[in-house]
């Protein structure tokens, strides 16, 4: 039997700087029906992530932007109601991409079933797309080698943390780039991160670098770009690796970056610097997950989240990744 009432949550207008409640809107909706090889899923975590902001913009990207009176569009994890696949049945819990809705519709090829015995919001975190992020970009990327000195830009946060602790297990000196000294903490003392900086209260980044990175770095992996990441150039190794996972500090920008040209930080050190997209590496998602499913089971591998209580407060939690208010990963759970 179909439930009948559903809501969703549009884009209301295109935000200007950091978005605001006012770009959103609410509608009550009908409640799907799930065609041939489709489920109708009951959405029970949403994962608000910084790339939707991109999308939030007009103009070409890697991604199609949102158009105006389009619902959000993100990962979630939610439990089969009504499948017309014979690979899902009623009350399977299963991760996708859906609307910011209660109920939606998936084609049965595009869900995974949610990994069993771990909480099913990992889904979206540490066994789901940042955590992928985490692994292939610093692995196939960054390449860290033993006692090297890995600098991580939004540390604390779901890919940041994973990152850290990837370069740990790897045997490196890993050092943690965060907004509080909260979050300090808690990757010194949770996670073992070796030093930090608090990016927000320092003011002498490249002198807080020099000090927590007297060998210099080897592996960079940018969440944020920006000035953090200026200051990191002025650090880099022989042969140094930085890995271009994210710019988060220019995403509410709509002037193009200006800054430290990196030519020739990377030329005299004879350094790499790439940027990547997680789905680069689709064709490998089962060797990554079953990676950090075993980290993550035999407790080489921590996470946290911060969960927003509630459907109507997804658009908050999603502005509250520009403010940092999330300590790892921002899910809603509904
Ligand atoms: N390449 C890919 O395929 C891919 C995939 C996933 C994510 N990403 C990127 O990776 C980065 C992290 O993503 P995530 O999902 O793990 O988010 P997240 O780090 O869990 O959340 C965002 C964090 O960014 C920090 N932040 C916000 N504004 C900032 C600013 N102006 N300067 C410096 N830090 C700022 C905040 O922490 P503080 O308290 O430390 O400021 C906030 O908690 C993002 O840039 C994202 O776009 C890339």
Redesign the pocket.
Known sequence: MTPMQNKEIRLASRPAGVPTLENFQFVDTEVPQPASDEVLVRLRYI?V???L??RMREGKSYIPPFEIGDPIRSGAVGEVVESNSSNFKAGDLVGGMFGWRLYDVAHAATLMKVVPGVSPTTALGVLG??G???YF?LLDIGRPQEDDTVLV??????????VCQIAKLKGCRVVG????DE?NEFLQSELGVHATIN??TTEDIPGALREACPSGVDVYFD????K?SEAALLRLNHQARIV?????????SSEPPVGLCPQPFLLVNSALMK??????YAERFAEGVAQLAEWFVSGKLKHAETIAEGFDNTPQAFI???????????IVKL
Do not use: E, H, W
Request: net charge positive; aromatic share 8%; glycine share 22%.
């Open positions: 994962s992530d910084p790339y902001r991109g797309m940042p992928l992020t985490a970009g830009s939004g540390a604390a946060g779901a890919v940041g943390m994973t780039i965060a907004g509080s979050k990016y927000k969440n944020v770009g920006g953090i271009i996972c994210g710019q988060i500090s220019m995403y509410n940027g990547f997209i997680v789905t680069d509250g990744l520009f403010a940092g208010d999330n300590l790892g990963k921002q």
